[in-house]
């Protein structure tokens, strides 16, 4: 018997996804302290925003009555979602290619 003890699955999946990025041209970069701090200051900014326009559109909500205003709001509050999410995937890209 061995002396290690047995592999959780998500270690297995890990080993096997390793095995598969080694077989590629898939080229893995490590990100500086710097580069961490600046994704989790965008993530925490994004989140910021999205409680904010989660306040907004309650209140704006509560105060709609007709069924057509309800879905003007909540379409955009849905578009301004998309937007926010769109914009703090682009500042991590580019913070993780170094810019």
């Known amino acids: 018997m061995s002396k290690d003890a047995p592999k959780s699955a998500v ?7 390793k095995q598969q ?8 970069t490590t990100l500086t302290d710097e ?16 409680a904010e326009a989660e306040i907004l ?3 704006k909500l509560a105060a ?3 069924p ?11 578009r301004d979602l998309g937007q926010s999410a769109s914009t703090r995937d682009r ?3 580019a ?3 170094g810019q």
Do not use: C
């Open 11 to 17: 270690e297995l999946v890990m080993e096997r996804l």
């Open 21 to 28: 990025d080694a077989g590629t041209d898939v080229e893995t």
């Open 35 to 50: 580069q961490k701090e600046a994704i989790a200051a965008a993530r925490r900014d994004y989140e910021a925003k999205v």
């Open 57 to 59: 559109f309650s209140s």
């Open 64 to 66: 709609a009555f007709e």
């Open 68 to 78: 057509e205003v309800r879905q003007e709001l909540e379409a955009n509050h849905r």
């Open 91 to 93: 500042k991590i890209a």
């Open 95 to 97: 913070i993780r290619k």
